[in-house]
């Protein structure tokens, strides 16, 4: 369970029960005394969870009770009632003064006559619960058995004490008259958010919570995430009602923009608000006003911003939100103005995007800063303008899939909670459950064998990898741009359209199966001499596996062990990372092995389409977790193609690695047999040839003379 808060804290909302409650029988001793009666929770209503809430009635007044009415006599137990009073008449939204509705009480009996003339959901009547709250003592513990309670006015609060850590819930305030036994249902809905994804960004806006959760795409390609939130039916019962969605991408994908932010059907703009570095974006012009008392707060639940400080002399460039629990000495805390029209704020992860231009002039500069956390802040909901408690906000983002992302598995995972006002009576504040989005990439594997020969790889084959992209009707090719990693595998980057044109082994996204080198060590049985000028190895000291390196000894250390090094070539298979799943792509043979032609095409082109399906389960806090439930590469074309090593047209992928396998082969071998075959063949063809060219040749001859 966890620990209470301080006491105003744990008021999530007050519900506020005018209760007129039987009171025993007055009359002949004889007549048996009624039951007392009950204040029970609707066990049927969905918000009421006393596995993670504490319910509690705390009597505001007393009373004798006559009919349908009830008499108050003096304050209940569970109210500090001369302090209540006091605050109510303090309270300016009651009236300044004079005017205040309790100017001229003086008793609990002067407070209820005043209350009496409000109606259930008044703003009178919220704001007396809200007033209440800090006054209130011991209250009684109220369950969906129900519990017997004096007669008198009550006001019934979810005290939200055990509520897990980032599930904080909440109720309403409103005033109910009931009469004898009651059943109470907390008013108020919990903000629940949602998160989907799609590569298409024509669909990204319209996108719901129960839209796609799960997407493939390229490394370089772009993708949408559309963040949805429902705000508590409980809004008017806030002044002030902080609203953000906190949305934290993986490492495998790098903010780009806010496409769109929709409240209902209106849709919003932001800018950078006059600072082009600036972390924090607003619809409208923001403005930041410094606090000027910073006791006993906590900034970031607060929701201040603190500046970027730039440039030389250091000025301010920018703002940020604070992430500061307590106030720094020293340093200043801005509040965010939205009197200006600015009515929400973006903060932005870092993020650096390369365009396809900066992808072709240097094939490093796919972004990789990918992670962070992106904020939507709306500081008050309420200034919204015809804000409806049924309207869904929706925040449409892009994002690149960077050269970090996943492959396989459980993919690029990333999710979005909602922080939200949970307390009318302060600005305590609760956290939604996530709600996950996924994005898959997979991983290609080619293997380049002879024909005649399957055991036998070939190493120096290159190939161009493509695909085609449909848009608004035009479908055009679009070239890999790879970058190879030290292992020697490739890592798609981008894509481009321009074909290159140059000499095909120079193009810096050729695929090439290579011949790497494996290295052996020999112990030297007697070694004499120089080692160093000898070229000798010796192990590096300590190191686990055992690794080696050059010796610098001159001279033979007595007993230390020296080796000779030798290199002998090692295939690698040609491996492409970072593919999506739901895509066709062609293999195009540019370069061919020592000892092979390329193939005329379409033979040196192997089409192969991947294909995979994923599913999704719930854990225990609520999130979605997603993972690739099958993955397969099937082969649509090419001479010789297979898939995976199995000889077919389609094989199952590693769905934990997310590799798929294809074998592609290579038979137009140019060395000429020893002795008989094609070879001799095309000798005997072309000796005929020629005798009967030498005899087409005679018989002209003899006619030209008979002539």
């Known amino acids: 369970m966890k620990a209470f808060k301080k006491f105003g804290a744990l008021l999530v909302a007050a519900l506020l029960i005018v209760a007129a409650l039987a009171p025993a029988a007055m009359a002949d001793p004889a007549t048996p005394t009624p039951a007392k009666p009950k204040i029970t929770l609707d066990s049927s209503a969905s918000n009421v969870q006393p596995q993670t809430h504490d319910y509690k009635a705390y009597q505001i007044f007393k009373g004798t009770v006559a009919g349908t009415t009830i008499s108050v006599t003096d304050w209940g137990t569970g109210i500090d009632g001369e302090a209540f009073l006091a605050a109510l008449k303090a309270d300016e939204k009651f009236g300044a003064g004079a005017s205040n509705l309790f100017a001229n009480c003086t008793d609990a009996a002067s407070v209820a006559k005043v209350i009496s003339a409000f109606s259930d959901k008044d703003a009178n009547a919220i704001e007396f619960a809200k007033v209440a709250n800090p006054h209130l003592k011991t209250g009684t513990d109220v369950t969906t058995t129900g519990v017997e309670v004096d007669p008198g006015y009550y006001l019934v609060k979810d005290v939200n004490s055990n509520v897990p850590e980032g599930q904080e819930d909440f109720t309403s305030a409103n005033i109910m008259k009931v009469v004898n036994d009651v059943t109470v249902t907390p008013k108020g809905s919990v903000p629940t958010p949602g998160k989907t994804v799609t590569t298409n960004a024509a669909t990204a806006p319209n996108a719901t919570a129960e839209g796609k959760k799960t997407d493939t795409a390229d490394i370089g390609d772009t993708v949408y995430f559309t963040l949805t939130g429902t705000v508590s039916d409980a809004l008017a019962n806030f002044d002030e009602y902080f609203f953000e969605f906190e949305d934290h991408p993986s490492n495998g994908l790098t903010f780009n923009k806010i496409e769109a932010v929709y409240v209902g059907g209106t849709k919003y703009v932001y800018t950078d608000g006059g600072a082009s570095n600036s972390l924090i974006k607003a619809d409208g012009a923001p403005s930041y006003t410094a606090v000027s008392d910073t006791t006993d707060k906590n900034p970031a639940q607060e929701g201040w911003f603190e500046a970027i400080m730039g440039g030389d002399p250091a000025a301010i460039v920018g703002y940020k939100a604070t992430e500061d629990a307590t106030p720094v000495s020293g340093k200043t805390y801005y509040t965010i103005g939205i009197t200006s029209g600015a009515h929400f704020a973006v903060t932005e992860p870092a993020h650096t995007v390369a365009t396809e231009r900066d992808r072709l002039k240097d094939p490093t500069a796919c972004p990789e800063n990918g992670g962070g956390t992106m904020k939507v802040t709306f500081p008050n909901l309420r200034n ?53 989005s996924t994005v898959f990439n997979v991983t290609l594997d080619v293997e380049k064998v002879n024909a005649a020969d399957k055991t036998k790889n070939l190493a120096g084959a290159g190939f161009v990898l493509s695909r085609e992209v449909t848009d608004g009707g035009v479908t055009n090719t679009e070239y890999a741009i790879v970058e190879r990693q030290d292992n020697g595998d490739y890592k798609l980057i981008g894509w481009t359209t321009t074909a290159y044109t140059g000499d095909a082994k120079d193009n810096p996204n050729l695929l090439i199966t290579t011949n790497g080198t494996e290295d052996t060590y020999t112990e030297v049985e007697t070694p004499s001499g120089n080692p160093h000028s000898q070229g000798l190895y010796q192990v590096v000291a300590g190191s686990d596996p055992v690794t080696y390196e050059a010796t610098n000894d001159t001279t033979v250390q007595a007993g230390k062990t020296y080796y000779t090094k030798s290199s002998s070539p090692k295939y690698k298979p040609l491996v492409v990372k970072g593919l999506e799943y739901a895509k066709t792509y062609k293999l195009t043979e540019t370069v061919a092995p020592a000892g092979y032609d390329v193939p005329a095409a ?18 225990d806090d609520g999130a979605n977790q997603f993972k690739l439930d099958t993955l397969e590469i099937e082969i649509k074309s090419g001479d010789g193609a297979t898939a995976g090593n199995a000889g077919s047209s389609k094989a199952n992928g590693d769905k934990t690695t997310g590799t798929v396998e294809a074998t592609i082969t290579n038979s137009n071998d140019l060395t000429l047999p020893q002795t008989g075959g094609i070879g001799t063949t095309i000798f005997y063809t072309v000796g005929a040839l020629l005798v009967v060219g030498a005899g087409v040749l005679l018989v002209t001859r003899r006619r030209v003379a008979v002539k």
């Open 384 to 436: 919204l303008p015809n804000l409806q408690v049924t309207d869904e906000i929706r925040v449409v983002y892009s994002a690149i899939v960077n050269k970090n992302a996943i492959q396989g598995g459980v993919g690029n995972d990333n999710d979005v909670v909602l922080n939200y006002s949970n307390d009318p009576n302060n600005k305590d504040k609760g956290k939604s459950i996530p709600s996950e």
């Open 602 to 619: 379409p033979k040196n082109e192997t089409t192969f389409a991947i294909v995979a399906a994923t599913s999704g389960t719930t854990s």
